[in-house]
DNA sequence: TGTGTTTTCGCAAACGTTTGTTGTTTAAAA
DNA sequence: TTTTAAACAACAAACGTTTGCGAAAACACA
């Protein structure tokens, strides 16, 4: 069925020996220039690719790391993700992406397969629900790097790289103090999430600390509808809020939405201002002012993490990248 | 190193032979059901997990699709690649996507990947600058089917599928006609696509046919920032739109940002219609009415027809999806 | 002519599986 | 008791590569 070229049928058609071929295809010095040329000829000629099954069999080394993650549908993660492939091929290493739908199981069966392919090294955002954390460790004892980014577990001693989650938040709380805005309708993501966690304390430690009177109304969305449905109720009551911060890109699609429903006019009658990587904040008029959280630099940080890993680095480390504001004219 | 644990070093502790262990582990009739759940339970208690590259070795199949394509940076790729994603594993194979970001040279790189990898058929969408498509009909010469999707090549004779651009562009013409809408501002994508060209000629024909006397301002923007410019324009001078068309996500965000610079309030002031898969028109309220284009459904479309390549289907097909009217309030 | 040194290549083992064939034991049928 | 079959497990080859080692040929030096 499929005449694949191998080696040995090229030595075959050569009359040399299949580690001649080899040889010769790797500019090995045992080869004569003479022979080499003409081993490299009928290989192009014949279309040869060498079976990257067979090779990783017997090197011992797939040469190939795995991204595990709950889905790719965000642009952060898409320029996470590209950022890392651009680190891999400039190393030679390739990369497989598993995404797990945000489901537990899934995810074990994605870790299963990186397993299964030996790959070199796992970088790793965590779903939602994953509460055990164990496959993960298991994956490091078999000397099987794990860095974990964004989405990381609370676990202590383990690789982790993130956006300054604490900064970003801190930077917007101050960006909303400088406006000397007074009632603020403050929308965090999932409550059980270390990433909120993070983003609400540092924000809210923020306001305390420069002791202003804001009033700051605190809530949490686990959806864009939610986030919809929460600035909604807020303008109808009679106090109405003087700024919207959102925690992140999910949350501020659905309080545009419904700054837009409410027919409110940014930054005349509210502020706005929200952590992102920067994709949705640009599509609004004004532009939305944000901390940026880079999923193209977390990318960079995590593979120089994860090469270090490879290189024998045992100690945990728990790094960030910083963090900038991004005027964007809605605040 | 790395202590893997193998089929052999199973055989060792048990002093069994490797053949009896592999039987073993895959419940072949050969082997007694003591041996059986003898060699299980050490199997599982070590985490014996069959190394994926010796089997694909052994086997001569990957069981592995490649999805090669400029980047992932959609909502709709990113649906399709879950939707044959999910298909893949409901037949037990796995999937590997390679990006390109649109350059023609990575994309080939990404190819002689696939090629390496033995993959059992590649899903590809080329990149706006692939004008030779010979080395996909080179894999399809090698057994490697290619089912082409979305950014397809007008060469006839290869398998494609799409999304139904012709459907999709005169079902928005209709429902623009339905409303009586006298003056539309149709804004296209780049000129050479050819899913811009099947886009406008469906879309002009549904006017031309429908005898109306709408007059049509067609434009073409080869991105969000030219459509955000050509919506301010049209709406600078003395006879106004009374509603806006765009072919695809890209350019209503542009457009959407316009609207909103412009304080038109849709759909009274100016209706909105999209062509899209459904994200994007979501966030802004009303939502906006859209003609859908199902990234999902493509992939089961070219799934199914991946299989039947591989079953030996050999003519070469173009297929397409339907398309539907989704109303959000915007026309 | 003998010894030593290159140069150039082949042999064979190994990576971890799968699988067709063969061999041994046990138990049932004669 | 012998024959036959069934049950169970081992042997060995193969998938395509890489690589240490050895071998043959060519050449130089004495």
């Given at each position: 069925?499929?005449?694949?070229?191998t080696?040995?049928?090229?030595?075959?058609?050569?009359?040399?020996?299949?580690?001649?071929?080899?040889?010769?295809?790797?500019?090995?010095?045992?080869?004569?220039?003479?022979?080499?040329?003409?081993?490299?000829?009928?290989?192009t000629?014949?279309e040869?690719?060498?079976?990257?099954?067979?090779?990783h069999?017997?090197?011992?080394?797939?040469?190939?790391?795995?991204?595990?993650?709950?889905?790719?549908?965000?642009?952060?993660y898409?320029?996470?993700?590209?950022?890392?492939?651009?680190?891999?091929?400039?190393?030679?290493?390739?990369?497989?992406?598993?995404?797990?739908?945000?489901?537990?199981?899934?995810?074990?069966?994605?870790?299963?397969?990186?397993?299964?392919?030996?790959?070199?090294?796992?970088?790793?955002?965590?779903?939602?629900?994953?509460?055990?954390?164990?496959?993960?460790?298991?994956?490091?004892?078999?000397?099987?790097?794990?860095?974990?980014?964004?989405?990381?577990?609370?676990?202590?001693?383990?690789?982790?790289?993130?956006?300054?989650?604490?900064?970003?938040?801190?930077?917007?709380?101050?960006?909303?103090?400088?406006?000397?805005?007074?009632?603020?309708?403050s929308?965090?993501?999932?409550?059980?999430?270390?990433?909120?966690?993070?983003?609400?304390k540092?924000y809210?430690?923020?306001?305390?600390k420069?002791?202003?009177?804001?009033?700051?109304?605190?809530?949490?969305?686990?959806?864009?509808?939610?986030?919809?449905q929460?600035?909604?109720?807020?303008?109808a009551?009679q106090?109405k809020?003087?700024?919207?911060?959102?925690?992140?890109?999910?949350?501020?699609?659905?309080?545009m939405?419904?700054?837009?429903?409410?027919?409110?006019?940014?930054?005349?009658?509210?502020?706005?201002?929200?952590?992102?990587?920067?994709?949705?904040?640009?599509?609004y008029?004004?532009?939305?002012?944000y901390?940026?959280?880079?999923?193209?630099?977390?990318?960079?940080?995590?593979?120089?993490?994860?090469?270090?890993?490879?290189?024998?680095?045992?100690?945990?480390?728990?790094?960030?990248?910083?963090?900038?504001?991004?005027?964007?004219?809605?605040?």
């Open positions: 069925m499929k005449p694949e070229v080696l040995k049928k090229l030595a075959v058609m050569l009359n040399l020996s299949v580690s001649t071929i080899s040889r010769a295809l790797k500019n090995h010095p045992d080869i004569s220039a003479e022979t080499r040329t003409k081993v490299k000829e009928l290989a000629v014949l040869y690719e060498p079976n990257a099954y067979a090779i069999l017997r090197t011992n080394n797939s040469k190939e790391f795995g991204i595990v993650i709950p889905a790719i549908s965000s642009y952060f898409h320029s996470f993700i590209s950022s890392v492939e651009e680190e891999a091929r400039r190393f030679g290493y390739s990369v497989i992406i598993l995404q797990s739908g945000d489901d537990p199981v899934l995810e074990q069966e994605n870790l299963k397969k990186c397993k299964q392919n030996r790959v070199s090294g796992v970088f790793a955002a965590i779903t939602s629900k994953t509460e055990d954390i164990q496959s993960f460790l298991k994956l490091e004892n078999q000397q099987i790097p794990v860095i974990f980014f964004d989405k990381v577990p609370a676990f202590e001693a383990c690789n982790k790289v993130c956006v300054a989650d604490g900064l970003a938040a801190s930077m917007a709380a101050e960006a909303l103090i400088l406006k000397k805005k007074l009632a603020v309708l929308i965090f993501g999932n409550k059980n999430l270390s990433i909120t966690k993070k983003r609400l540092s809210t430690d923020t306001f305390k420069h002791k202003t009177g804001t009033e700051i109304f605190t809530f949490h969305a686990g959806n864009t509808e939610e986030a919809f929460i600035v909604l109720q807020a303008f009551g106090s809020p003087d700024a919207v911060f959102c925690m992140s890109d999910e949350i501020l699609a659905g309080a939405k419904a700054v837009q429903k409410l027919a409110l006019r940014f930054p005349k009658d509210v502020g706005i201002i929200t952590i992102s990587d920067g994709y949705l904040p640009k599509i008029y004004p532009e939305i002012s901390t940026e959280t880079s999923g193209h630099k977390l990318g960079k940080l995590a593979f120089s993490r994860m090469l270090a890993c490879i290189a024998g680095s045992t100690v945990a480390q728990e790094l960030s990248i910083d963090s900038k504001l991004i005027e964007g004219g809605s605040l």
